[in-house]
């Protein structure tokens, strides 16, 4: 990839600066949980002390627009900015004096018109574009989207990765490239749609993965288990064709801690099979909780794995915003080696997938 680092003068240029600030908000319009935003920073920091002029865009789904987050924004990167309430209004900031600004929500469909970054629409990326000199992505969880202000953008503008980006793929690569001896993946949480083709590409580059969450439920449910009324995938069967459910790196829950019907977590017996298997390893990959861990009572298995993890001497890779979230609960985030910004792309790269966002950078 091109790298912003490799960019030698930046003074006084005009810089479009793709950011993460996708985080959930509460009904009062609180942030609760700000670990991305903070990993914007570095980049952030870095350019303006080589004085570039830096417009940042980006895109949040728990809020319509970004002007009521703000002041907390201000707050979080540690940097005072302009609010650019619409597309049209950037070339008046640029041809003022200011440092840096936030453009408003890029997918606010009142701000840029219907779907326009999310069908990565070519004209769009020009209006962007227009007066700047180069486009810098940080935004490492929005690489697998195929949007104007992550793909299209790239063929107008001279493109680099930002210092986040340039990190979250050097760190991603060493866990593939890692030997299989003593690598173990932990996969948990919904969405077995995207957390099985990693099983499936990492089956053979690890000693064990360990399983929870639903994906945990549709393995068990192929394999006999009678599920009562627990999250299951209607189309599990397809969904596990051309795995060995049998295989003994598949490692499944042997007991519950079941509610209404529901497997809501793992047993202890589980939990202690797995903490066995997570305090001898070299290295451990962990995307998604054990089980419903919004709740105390189901968050047992999910604690037990995040602190068994940094309690071990392996080289700790997590990501997934479930799994950030538990984690951030307990208070132990900067126990982990590498903590990635990206949930679904985090899965994406680790699968073996080509990154729309990754691939226009090259």
């Not at 600004?101 to 779907?115: D, S, Y």
């Not at 288990?225 to 397809?238: K, L, P």
């Not at 999910?302 to 602190?307: F, L």
Request: aromatic share 6%; glycine share 8%.
């Amino acid at each position: 990839m091109k790298i912003i680092r490799e960019v030698t003068d930046l003074k006084d240029k005009k810089v479009l600066l793709r950011v993460d600030f996708d985080v959930p908000v509460s009904e009062k319009g609180e942030i609760e949980e700000s670990f991305r935003i903070k990993k914007q920073k570095e980049t952030i920091d870095w350019l303006l002390e080589r004085e570039a002029r830096v417009v940042m865009v980006g895109h949040i789904s728990d809020s319509k627009s970004f002007s009521d987050l703000v002041p907390q924004l201000h707050i979080l990167i540690g940097q005072e900015f302009d609010f650019i309430k619409s597309v049209a209004d950037i070339s008046v900031w640029l041809g003022g004096s200011g440092k840096i600004a936030l453009l408003e929500n890029v997918r606010n469909l009142t701000v840029v018109g219907e779907g326009k970054e999310e069908k990565n629409d070519p004209e769009f990326a020009k209006q962007l574009a227009d007066g700047f000199d180069l486009y810098v992505n940080n935004a490492f969880a929005v690489c697998h989207r195929d949007h104007a202000s992550v793909s299209a953008i790239t063929k107008v503008l001279p493109s680099y990765a930002g210092l986040l980006v340039e990190q979250e793929v050097i760190q991603l690569n060493k866990v593939i490239e890692a030997s299989k001896e003593g690598k173990v993946v932990v996969i948990g949480g919904a969405k077995a749609s995207t957390k099985v083709p990693v099983i499936k590409n990492l089956i053979d580059k690890a000693e064990s993965i360990l399983l929870g969450g639903v994906v945990a439920n549709d393995f068990l449910k192929e394999k006999g288990q009678d599920m009562g009324s627990s999250v299951v995938d209607e189309n599990a069967h397809d969904l596990l064709m051309g795995l060995d459910l049998n295989d003994s790196r598949l490692v499944i829950p042997k007991d519950f801690v079941v509610f209404d019907n529901k497997i809501l977590d793992v047993g202890d017996e589980t939990m202690r099979q797995y903490m066995d298997i997570i305090s001898k390893a070299k290295m451990v990959i962990w995307n998604g909780p054990m089980g419903l861990f919004e709740n105390p009572i189901f968050a047992k298995g999910t604690n037990e794995i995040a602190n068994t993890i940094i309690s071990s001497k392996a080289i700790s890779v997590i990501g997934g915003g479930d799994t950030i979230s538990a984690v951030g609960k307990l208070g132990i985030l900067d126990k982990f080696s590498f903590i990635s910004t990206g949930g679904g792309v985090m899965l994406s790269f680790l699968a073996g997938d080509k990154l729309p966002g990754l691939e226009a950078l090259k």
